[in-house]
């Protein structure tokens, strides 16, 4: 478990000497320390974890259309479309919570899909990132490195 601490007024801080966002909130993040100071680095600071969920459920085919596909190896197009509709809605839902924010972008964004089990042909994607804001006209992103965990 981690513990906050609030830094002093001139104590540091990568250029930074206001870290609340628009809303007089402190900003929220899922980023590691590493990804965080590359941020900070390009000239950007986080605003805040920004979010979006859509949970669809797609209808099961008429049992004409399930017969004329038995043994077939067919796209179900309904299906395919509502993947890609549920996936466009969490996406626009977690720009939407960016753009309230007033941000400039979004970065270190994970989308997951997940089917459920408590519904037949219902699936859920999920899109979370960290809104960022820039600290200055001349954003410099440097060119990436290598890196090699030594996590396991």
């Given amino acids: 478990m981690g513990t906050a601490v609030k830094a002093e007024p001139d104590a ?12 007089k ?9 590493q990804d965080f100071w590359t941020l900070i680095r390009a000239g950007y600071a986080p605003l805040g974890m920004v979010m979006g969920s859509c949970v669809y459920h797609i209808a099961h085919q008429r049992m004409g259309a399930k017969i004329g596909n038995i043994g077939r190896n067919v796209e179900i197009e309904q299906f395919t479309q509502a993947l890609y509709d549920a996936r466009e809605l969490a996406m626009s839902r977690m720009q ?3 753009e309230a924010l007033h941000a400039e972008g979004i970065v ?3 989308l997951r899909q997940h089917s459920h089990t408590w519904g037949s042909h219902t699936t859920e994607f999920f899109a979370i990132g960290t809104a960022v804001r820039p600290l200055r006209d001349n954003h410099i992103i440097e060119r990436p490195t290598m890196v090699l965990s030594l996590d396991s």
């Fill in 96 to 98: 939407a919570e960016a």
């Fill in 108 to 110: 270190g964004v994970q």
């Fill in 25 to 33: 909130q402190p900003f929220t993040s899922d980023l590691s320390g």
């Fill in 12 to 23: 540091g801080g990568g250029g930074v000497s206001n870290w609340r966002n628009n809303k």
